[in-house]
């Protein structure tokens, strides 16, 4: 972590961030109530993070997987997040952006969008091969979110992350959560990319 993120945490104390999320890899004596931060920087979009912490929507509808009443589908943290002002908005999401993995190498997704024959047979590899609405939301032809609920929804994964990210998140969950419930899938480096360039197309509206 940078030196200037340590000095920024006050921010995220004054806020009362840390009694949910974690900062810094380091164990915390009870799991956390919500998503790790330490690699927010590599994770959001910045506009994305700046619009939320103003008008925060739901992101897991059965609350964060260490939550006591997750598998009760009752979520004790409270949903939605607490919101805050534009200024104090934009000064916490350049303290996250700042909070990134310096070992996480670039990932190769890049090239040209996917054509629509592409994102339909993607679409497939998603939804029945690997089942991921399972546990996701996605989007639906009419663009309406459909799926699972006991992950984070992704049926506005292009505007909330990067694409960087989602191919590390899919090669190797367990680098940023090794107790993930994520499936380990041995997915070769062109599935990933092929993967993450679908879910980078789903978007709902502009930012939210």
Not at 43 to 67: C, H, I, M
Not at 115 to 144: P, S, Y
Not at 146 to 156: D, F, M
Request: aromatic share 8%.
């Amino acid at each position: 972590m940078p030196a200037s993120a340590f000095a920024d945490l006050s921010l995220a104390e004054n806020h009362g961030c840390t009694q949910c999320h974690r900062f810094t890899q380091e164990a915390s004596e009870e799991p956390p109530k919500g998503p790790d931060l330490f690699y927010a920087g590599n994770k959001f979009q910045k506009n994305w993070l700046e619009n939320f912490l103003q008008n925060p929507v739901v992101v897991r509808k059965a609350g964060y997987t260490s939550d006591p009443g997750f598998l009760k589908g009752t979520p004790t943290v409270a949903q939605p997040h607490p919101s805050l002002p534009e200024k104090e908005a934009r000064e916490m999401t350049d303290f996250l952006m700042s909070l990134k993995l310096s070992d996480l190498p670039a990932s190769p997704v890049e090239g040209e969008p996917l054509t629509k024959g592409e994102k339909v047979r993607i679409k497939i590899l998603f939804e029945r091969n690997f089942g991921c609405i399972a546990c996701h939301e996605g989007v639906n032809l009419a663009g309406q979110p459909r799926g699972g609920i006991s992950g984070p929804s992704l049926a506005n994964a292009g505007n909330r992350l990067t694409a960087d990210w989602v191919f590390h998140w899919l090669k190797t969950p367990e680098k940023f959560l090794p107790k993930s419930r994520m499936p380990l899938y041995d997915l070769d480096d062109e599935t990933a990319v092929k993967l993450t360039q679908y879910l980078m197309t789903l978007k709902i509206g502009r930012q939210n």
